[in-house]
């Protein structure tokens, strides 16, 4: 039987670290990434990285593969996505106990990161702009991002800013920082998952959740 594992957490909790280290266990597809600024990006997610958006997508339009066993990040968690993928196993990190360290390690790895690559640019664009203004039209984000893109040296903590409508200052990426909160996981949630401490993600053992998912 094919098997689908998501890996499942909130921003900053470097979910796409852990399932690529995962999906380099012979028991799944293997994923491509780059390692930048401290982060991990996926580069062959299976879903082209719908479910790391910062708005949920049309989950019935997504098909699980049936010929290979895949691992994918994802932004939501079981009880947003049990409904579209009954059949899937998850894996849920738990938000971390120092929430200052955790934002300041996510100030140095996000808000100050810069890349060249225009997908991902354009891709950052939407999700901010869409975040802030969830109405926002295909022609509002399109202004927005060619906007962001005559901007030299632009960081994403610098498009965050300019999507909420306020100046790319020092002062207010970090009252944007500091407004970012990461609720608990559910019970629900955890009744259905692998939890894993966001503390303990360097020390996952692959074997266990290999063992997860062939229970």
Same mark, same amino acid.
């Given at each position: 039987?094919?098997? @689908?594992?998501?890996?499942?957490y909130?921003?900053?909790?470097?979910?796409?670290?852990? @399932?690529?280290?995962?999906?380099?266990?012979?028991?799944?597809?293997?994923l491509?990434? $780059?390692?930048?600024?401290?982060? @991990?990006?996926?580069?062959n997610?299976?879903?082209?990285?719908q479910?790391?958006?910062?708005?949920?997508?049309?989950?019935?339009?997504?098909n699980?593969? @049936?010929?290979?066993?895949?691992?994918?990040?994802?932004?939501?968690?079981?009880?947003?996505?049990?409904?579209?993928?009954?059949?899937?196993?998850?894996?849920?990190i738990?938000i971390?106990?120092?929430?200052?360290?955790?934002?300041?390690?996510?100030? $140095?790895?996000? #808000?100050t990161?810069?890349? $060249?690559?225009?997908?991902?640019?354009?891709?950052?664009c939407?999700n901010?702009?869409?975040?802030?203004?969830?109405?926002?039209?295909?022609?509002?984000?399109?202004q927005?991002?060619a906007?962001?893109?005559?901007?030299k040296?632009?960081?994403?903590?610098?498009?965050?800013?300019?999507?909420?409508?306020?100046?790319?200052t020092?002062?207010?990426?970090?009252?944007?920082?500091?407004?970012?909160?990461? $609720?608990?996981?559910?019970a629900?949630?955890?009744?259905?998952?692998?939890?894993?401490? #966001?503390?303990?993600?360097?020390?996952?053992?692959?074997?266990?959740?290999?063992?997860?998912?062939?229970?």
């Amino acid at each position: 039987m094919i098997k @689908t594992l998501f890996v499942c957490y909130w921003h900053g909790c470097r979910g796409e670290g852990l @399932t690529y280290k995962i999906s380099q266990h012979s028991f799944f597809k293997t994923l491509e990434a $780059d390692v930048v600024n401290n982060r @991990t990006i996926i580069k062959n997610d299976f879903f082209n990285k719908q479910l790391l958006n910062s708005w949920i997508p049309d989950m019935t339009s997504m098909n699980l593969p @049936t010929d290979n066993n895949i691992v994918v990040p994802s932004h939501f968690f079981y009880d947003v996505m049990n409904e579209h993928f009954p059949e899937a196993y998850f894996i849920s990190i738990d938000i971390p106990k120092d929430l200052e360290t955790f934002k300041q390690k996510l100030f $140095d790895r996000f #808000y100050t990161y810069k890349t $060249d690559n225009m997908l991902e640019l354009a891709g950052e664009c939407e999700n901010r702009f869409r975040e802030y203004k969830p109405q926002a039209s295909v022609e509002d984000i399109m202004q927005f991002t060619a906007k962001i893109f005559k901007i030299k040296d632009v960081t994403f903590g610098d498009i965050r800013c300019l999507a909420k409508g306020l100046e790319p200052t020092e002062d207010n990426k970090r009252i944007l920082l500091n407004s970012y909160t990461l $609720d608990p996981l559910s019970a629900e949630t955890k009744q259905n998952s692998f939890v894993i401490a #966001y503390e303990d993600i360097d020390k996952t053992n692959v074997e266990n959740i290999i063992d997860y998912v062939n229970k």
